[in-house]
């Protein structure tokens, strides 16, 4: 039988796919995937050593998931009410937004991470009292 025999072509062909058909299972499983977390609350955060853990509802099992992270980026975006902040800033307890890459070893990256702070939470003050003005303050009947 030679070489060029159809049935040699088409075992050729067949190792083929199967070849590509592994290369491209191995490279999505070695590769990161893009993640977001809607709403997670920071239950852990070193800002020395750059890591730090979140906490969130799973959307569809609804059992509280736990991702820590072993390293945050220097060139992860950080913003507080959207405003710029650093790393230094976040706070044990914030709730954020968080995208980031998920690799097949189980280890998170994050990439952005939005903090939304209610006015009091922002510099843990309570806004002092607004004096009046316009004479002395109206009589109550």
């Given at each position: ?16 796919l199967?070849?590509?058909?592994a ?11 893009e ?6 609350t ?9 890591t ?37 800033e976040?706070?044990?307890g ?31 003050t309570?806004?002092?009292p607004v ?11």
């Amino acid at each position: 039988m030679k070489l060029t025999s159809p049935r040699y072509i088409i075992l050729a062909a067949l190792a083929l796919l199967i070849v590509a058909w592994a290369g491209i299972f191995v490279s999505q499983s070695l590769g990161a995937r893009e993640y977001t977390v809607p709403e997670a609350t920071i239950t852990k955060l070193d800002v020395a050593t750059r890591t730090g853990e979140i906490q969130f509802i799973h959307p569809q099992k609804g059992h509280t998931i736990t991702l820590l992270t072993q390293r945050i980026p220097d060139d992860c975006e950080i913003t507080i009410n959207n405003r710029a902040a650093t790393l230094a800033e976040v706070r044990v307890g914030d709730l954020a937004e968080i995208v980031g890459l998920a690799y097949a070893d189980r280890t998170v990256v994050p990439l952005r991470v939005r903090i939304t702070r209610d006015s009091t939470q922002e510099g843990d003050t309570v806004p002092a009292p607004v004096e009046r003005t316009d004479g002395p303050a109206p009589r109550e009947s």
